[in-house]
């Protein structure tokens, strides 16, 4: 089977565990987890990193960190994966789901300039949902498949409403927008997860990176129980969400090969785009002028006279060749269902036709080539 994507574990990982082991650093002390954030900071341009033990929990502790309270209203782009919405129902607060943007499958600024004006009033210092009466308390953008979202005019309006920004950058490390690395495109906190899918991985973890010590400070401190001192003393109820030298250790060893990992993402991305993006029916994955994306994951999108995602599917099972339909939005999502949202018409009709495609870092060129060659057959 050629499967959708596996991580690439060649480096130096082996070697960096079996060190925890002979140095008995197995949990969230060790020389791996500084070493990490360091990485992650210089990676993405931004001046610190925490890291954490998932891209959740990193989202969850970030919310609070920004002051995120029960009963709270978070701006959230129905097309992600249901991750983000949970870490904002952690909080105790509830997404307010809006549509995407056709050229990026991002949260659509525009939209989001229209709904704040005439859904929102302003009640001394705080945004309120007129429909719902509930406080809007932040915007999360989410960078969809690597792509990141318009940020400069989403960045805009949160400043103009006076709301802070924690971008869902989940799967985006390598990306750029408007020559910018995803640490310098104005978010107050953003995300990264080292999932085992992500180009990146760390086993499992996460990330908060930023350029205020003060808010990465919180989120490391409310992420380590919120511990004053060695005696056991804790001044505000926080949460068990360190990253393990485990974790980090694997981490620092794709963190090498970061750039390696990244360009043969892209590289991957550009030979289906460039085979693919003239059989009928046949759609790529969005490359707005303004981003580059970090390529997570490749993939088309179907529409007639090809077949159905659900239909190439099976046919490319039986050529021993994985493919995956992507995020199913989250309105449509019964813990979701009930949130206050936009019409649907970008997001309704993308998810639908998404096919990924596989997409390892390690891929084989001939295995791609026989992934292309599949896809031709049944799709011309
Ligand atoms: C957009 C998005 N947000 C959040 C997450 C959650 O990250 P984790 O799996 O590290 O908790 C993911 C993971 O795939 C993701 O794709």
């Not at 070493?35 to 341009?45: I, K, Q, S, Y």
């Not at 804790?234 to 990253?243: A, C, K, L, P, W």
């Amino acid at each position: 089977m050629i499967p959708l994507s596996t991580p690439d574990l060649s480096g130096n990982e082996a070697s960096y565990l079996q060190r925890c082991i002979e140095d008995g650093f197995v949990s969230t002390a060790g020389a791996f987890v500084p070493r990490f954030e360091e990485m992650v900071a210089l990676a993405t341009g931004a001046r610190q990193a925490v890291a954490i033990a998932s891209g959740t929990s990193a989202l969850h502790v970030a919310l609070v960190a920004l002051g995120v309270k029960p009963g709270d209203l978070v701006v959230l782009p129905s097309y992600t994966f249901i991750a983000s919405a949970n870490a904002i129902s952690h909080a105790g607060a509830t997404p307010w789901l809006f549509d995407i943007a056709a050229d990026s499958w991002t949260l659509d600024p525009k939209l989001l300039a229209e709904r704040l004006e005439s859904e929102t009033k302003r009640v001394g210092t705080e945004i309120v949902h007129r429909a719902s009466g509930r406080r809007v308390a932040a915007i999360m953008p989410v960078y969809a498949l690597g792509l990141p979202a318009d940020m400069d005019p989403l960045v805009a309006l949160a400043r103009q409403y006076g709301l802070p920004v924690l971008a869902d950058a989940a799967a985006a490390i390598g990306a750029a927008y408007m020559g910018r690395p995803i640490g310098r495109l104005g978010a107050d906190l953003s995300m990264l997860s080292f999932n085992g899918n992500k180009t990146v991985t760390s086993g499992g973890g996460g990330a908060i990176i930023g350029d205020n010590p003060e808010l990465t400070g919180l989120v490391k401190h409310l992420a380590s129980t919120a511990r004053t001192g060695d005696d056991y003393t804790h001044d505000r109820v926080g949460y068990n969400y360190r990253m393990t030298n485990i974790e980090a250790a694997v981490g620092c060893a794709q963190m090498e090969r970061f750039e390696q990992l990244v360009s043969a993402k892209k590289r991957i991305r550009a030979l289906y785009d460039s085979e693919l993006s003239a059989l009928p029916g046949v759609g790529l994955f969005p490359a707005p002028a303004w981003a580059e994306s970090a390529c997570w994951f490749s993939g088309i999108t179907l529409a007639p006279p090809a077949p159905s995602p659900d239909q190439l599917r099976r046919l490319l099972r039986e050529s021993g060749i994985e493919g995956r339909p992507f995020w199913k939005p989250m309105h449509l999502q019964d813990p979701y269902r009930d949130a206050p949202r936009t019409d649907m018409p970008v997001a309704d009709d993308i998810w639908k036709r998404v096919l990924t495609l596989p997409c390892s870092a390690h891929l084989t060129p001939s295995d791609q080539a026989k992934v292309i060659g599949v896809l031709k057959e049944a799709l011309s």
